[in-house]
């Protein structure tokens, strides 16, 4: 029987401590990185169209993590009958991209040069925004390990559309990012689930990301299709990159975003989506944006991120042996 750190060394509670995500170490040398998954804050707002405040998200995020790391040897569910996140699994937190203030295509060139880094380490990348223009450099920094590898499906949880070509000059905002993710020739397709209400695209906009090959559902078809009826619209055995607007909750959950939409997903509607695709192929890169923790004073917004996220990571080892 596997032992749960209790018996030896230090207890090491969550409010201890230097808050990397999950307190996995700290790896500083971007050329020394060796782990099954990197965590890279991208914090990054200016690309936002209302209000302000996710580029404390990664921070939030890493501080809400901690509460899920009382050194056990792995997180049983009972659940599943399962162990996930084992000492077999080896995470590392790099830290943040730099960013510079008021420059959009230097900071995402950071973002982008980070992503990299932890693809040629052969990593995970599991970068944390940031507003969801960081999805922009995230993706394109897949170009060379899609050309060796093959293309990657776009799976998108999100309130909002996000398939504007171009708005007043502004191409690479948080409205951007899926209309410029679906020219790349690396990415086969895409799955928009969550979208709802007033939206941040026209109706060209969807015509025209239907007609470039994405499947749009809302939370409510969402539900009448029910978890395995969504998973069987997205193709089976695909390299999925997953990106995670935390709005695609409903607000009575995660009020601590810029732009909340009413009517989102609850904790389960996701969840049991992700598991679905670890099984059902190969989760590639994840990013998760647009906790802004200043809106919510109760912290369950980054706390609801921060579970989603080791889940999902937990997820794809289980199902990958």
């Known amino acids: 029987m596997s032992g749960h750190g209790y018996e030896a060394g230090r ?66 569910d009972h659940e599943d009958d399962a162990t996930y996140l084992g000492e077999d699994i080896s995470i590392v937190d790099l830290g943040d991209a730099d960013i510079i203030h008021t420059k959009t295509e230097e900071s995402h060139a950071n973002i982008k040069y980070g992503v990299k880094k932890i693809l040629d380490a052969g990593a995970i990348p599991v970068t944390i925004g940031g507003d969801h223009s960081i999805n922009i450099p995230c993706i394109n920094a897949f170009a060379e390990d899609c050309a060796d590898k093959g293309p990657i499906h776009v799976i998108q949880i999100d309130a909002h559309l996000d398939f504007v070509d171009e708005r007043h000059g502004v191409t690479v905002g948080h409205g951007n990012p899926m209309r410029r993710a679906i020219e790349k020739d690396y990415v086969s397709g895409m799955t928009q689930l969550g979208i709802r209400n007033v939206s941040s695209t026209a109706k060209e906009g969807y015509e025209d990301a239907r007609a470039r090959g994405s499947d749009i559902l809302s939370v409510r078809q969402v539900r009448k299709l029910g978890t395995q009826g969504v998973l069987d619209r997205i193709p089976e055995g695909s390299r999925y990159y997953i990106t995670i607007d935390i709005d695609a909750f409903c607000p009575s959950i995660a009020p601590g975003t810029g732009t909340p939409s009413h009517g989102g997903f609850q904790y389960y509607d996701v969840l049991e989506i992700l598991q679905g695709l670890t099984k059902r192929g190969d989760v590639v890169g994840i990013d998760l944006v647009e906790v802004a923790p200043a809106y919510d004073p109760s912290e369950s917004t980054q706390i609801l991120a921060a579970q989603l996220l080791l889940n999902l990571i937990g997820f794809i080892f289980q199902f990958r042996k």
């Open 11 to 76: 207890l090491n509670l969550p409010f201890v401590g230097i808050s990397t995500f999950g307190k996995k170490p700290y790896v500083e040398n971007w050329d020394n990185i060796d782990a099954d998954v990197a965590i890279l804050g991208a914090p990054f707002d200016f690309g936002c169209q209302f209000r302000p405040g996710a580029r404390f998200g990664p921070r939030s995020v890493r501080e809400a993590s901690t509460l899920f790391s009382f050194g056990h040897a792995g997180a049983y």
